[in-house]
């Protein structure tokens, strides 16, 4: 099936900044998406950020503007650039090639182990 591969994660301060990674065992290049998702402790996992096959970016409204989601085909890699960090945004990260619609909440592959982001006050 594939494998997700998660990195990057940390503990950074407020208003610091943090580059994820992904890196995918299969071609990217076959899905028509890929995105970003994060769980904060308790709560359900949630769509973040995704990008198209042609390069169109998605945003939920609390991150726009301060994190940027990209992808490498050739690394079968995708990043998220995040800026601007605030408490709101410690999470566990994680990413996967949606099935349908960004919030639909199917997926191509089994999640992996994700990566921690924590902001400290």
């Known amino acids: 099936q594939g494998q997700l591969v998660e990195s990057g994660g940390g503990l950074v301060q407020a208003g610091g900044s943090v580059r994820l990674s992904c890196a995918v065992t299969?071609?990217?290049?076959?899905?028509?998406?890929m995105a970003w998702y994060r769980r904060v402790s308790g709560e359900e996992r949630e769509f973040v950020a995704g990008?198209?096959?042609?390069?169109?970016?998605t945003y939920v409204d609390s991150v726009r503007g301060r994190f940027t989601i990209s992808s490498d085909l050739a690394k079968n890699t995708v990043y998220l650039q995040m800026h601007s960090l605030k408490p709101e945004d410690t999470a566990v990260y994680y990413c996967?090639?949606?099935?349908?619609?960004?919030?639909?909440?199917?997926?191509?592959?089994?999640w992996g182990q994700g990566t921690q982001v924590t902001v400290s006050p």
């Open positions: 996967n090639a949606p099935r349908g619609s960004y919030s639909g909440g199917s997926v191509y592959f089994f």
């Open positions: 299969r071609s990217i290049n076959r899905f028509k998406s």
């Open positions: 990008i198209t096959n042609d390069d169109v970016a």
